[in-house]
């Protein structure tokens, strides 16, 4: 045994504390040990920094403990965390987490991408190709459309209320007000639960309804249909400005 090493009692130990599991994904294939806190940073070989990942968790675990403990042990992919933030896109997630975790934005997004063996980057790289070729991450897909074959497609009934959404705050009607005919209604949420005001907002400000895809802070023209024609949603955007709410200031022309 080399000298930095976890002990066969530490490795035990780590095994039953862990119920014979990966700590991260919690599969029971070919588990490995690792150093929660690199020994090139500081850590040793005690039960306490020792972590029991399965190889593919363990190639791909990150370098940075606080990225390792915060991000890569917490979420299973990007798209896990992108839905548990609500976020947009993998910018708009690093923006939330920074907030949460007492960070400036930039300083988080660098660590990210300085990591040489984070999981974060190796999706992002993915993402980025996605983008690059159909218009769309894949992930986090709005309401209204469903991922297949890599190309977001329609769901008519799902897009029919998108329609009536901005039919109705074009006509007047408030965002809660909208959310709450949505809920007499009994009409679900894409995942089946209530519509709240937030929800209404984020529909409304979604360009990817009028042909485009918000990714890392740019908007890229997609590939996929359309359900809201441009006018409409560029006469969405103003009326939201009108009202003192806040947009981004999207230049499709």
């Not at 130990?13 to 990966?22: T, V």
């Not at 588990?31 to 806190?37: N, P, Q, R, T, V």
């Not at 209530?194 to 740019?218: D, M, Q």
Request: charged share 30%; with cysteine; hydrophobic share 30%.
């Amino acid at each position: 045994m080399r000298k930095n090493d976890f002990s066969q009692v530490t490795k035990k130990n780590a095994l039953r504390r862990a119920g014979y599991k990966c700590e991260r994904c919690w599969t029971k294939r070919d588990l490995e040990f690792h150093h929660k806190i690199p020994l090139t940073k500081g850590g040793d070989s005690s039960l306490e920094n020792c972590i029991v990942l399965c190889h593919n968790c363990h190639n791909i675990a990150p370098k940075d403990p606080f990225l390792f403990e915060k991000i890569f042990l917490r979420f299973a992919s990007m798209k896990e965390l992108i839905q548990h933030y609500h976020a947009d896109d993998e910018d708009h997630v690093i923006k939330l987490l920074s907030r949460e975790l007492g960070l400036e934005y930039k300083e988080l997004k660098n660590r990210i991408e300085t990591d040489p063996m984070s999981h974060v980057d190796t999706i992002k790289h993915g993402m980025r190709k996605r983008v690059k070729s159909i218009g769309h991450s894949g992930f986090n897909i709005p309401y209204g459309y469903y991922y297949d074959s890599e190309m977001l497609k329609v769901i008519s009934n799902e897009a029919e209320i998108i329609r009536k959404i901005y039919k109705w705050y074009l006509e007047g009607v408030s965002m809660g007000e909208i959310a709450k005919m949505l809920n007499s209604n009994e009409i679900p949420t894409k995942r089946g639960g209530l519509w709240a005001k937030k929800t209404i907002s984020t529909i409304l400000k979604n360009p990817v309804y009028c042909g485009y895809h918000r990714f890392e802070g740019e908007v890229k023209k997609g590939k996929h249909k359309i359900i809201i024609e441009l006018n409409d949603f560029e006469k969405v955007q103003k009326t939201i400005d009108d009202k003192g709410g806040k947009t981004k200031n999207y230049n499709f022309r």
